[in-house]
């Protein structure tokens, strides 16, 4: 059904590694976004964008960054990792009200 | 701002159980209302949702009716299986700039089935 990709699904690095975590989707979506889910299961948008060359920041502060070069692609960048950015990072894309989510990726900074 | 509140985990049930999971919701105008779930390991999906007042979302077994007196989106399952032990998450479409939409989630409500 949902054709929307994240890779890596694990990834554990140590604290001040760039990592970039890559989202992916096949349906020519205009809008996605990611979301962070805490432990306690919460989300929280941290990233949203309408189409190519548009990005948002979302309702949590984060500091990762993203880009929007093509419209299928919308990666998301942590330039120097910190325990404090452990978490699970979900992708998602939209074109009506209904968001399709990729697996997400579970970062653990040590 | 909008916002949605559900109902504390975990739920424990008993196969074959009826299962409530409350979900009320805060918002100005009348936004889309959705249930979305998340399997252990896995992304969320949608499950059901309903667009307007007195609207009923069904999908699995699953349904949940929007109430705009009670300002509430429950949602129930007459006879509880294993494989419907995950995570629930309540959700409401929110205003962006420029007429777009996000979704505001709740904290999500874990339920697990015993045989």
């Known amino acids: 059904e949902a054709d929307i990709y994240q890779t890596p699904r694990y990834l554990v690095i140590g604290t001040g590694k760039k990592i970039t975590l890559e989202c992916s989707q096949t349906m020519g979506h205009d809008k996605m976004y990611w979301y962070q889910q805490d432990p306690g299961m919460e989300l929280h948008l941290i990233h949203y964008s309408y189409g190519v060359n548009s990005t948002e920041k979302g309702d949590l502060s984060s500091e990762s960054t993203v880009s929007r070069i093509r419209t299928e692609h919308f990666p998301l960048t942590l330039e120097s990792a910190r325990p404090s950015h452990t978490s699970q990072y979900l992708c998602?894309?939209?074109?009506?009200?209904?968001?399709?989510f990729g697996s997400g990726t579970q970062l653990s900074v040590l | 701002g909008n916002s949605v509140t559900q109902m504390e985990g975990p739920v424990t049930l008993s196969e074959e159980a009826f299962l409530t999971i409350n979900c009320t919701y805060t918002a100005t105008g009348y936004p889309s209302l959705f249930w979305y779930v998340q399997y252990p390991g896995e992304g969320l999906q949608l499950l059901l949702k309903?667009?307007?007042?007195?609207d009923k979302g069904s999908n699995k077994g699953f349904e949940a009716t929007y109430r705009k007196e009670t300002t509430s989106f429950h949602l129930e399952k007459g006879s509880v299986q294993v494989s419907d032990s995950a995570v629930y998450f309540c959700a409401l479409s929110d205003r962006l700039s420029g007429g777009y939409n996000k979704l505001i989630f709740g904290a999500g409500t874990r339920l697990a089935v015993h045989p």
């Open positions: 998602a894309s939209s074109e009506s009200e209904k968001l399709f």
């Open positions: 309903a667009t307007k007042a007195d």
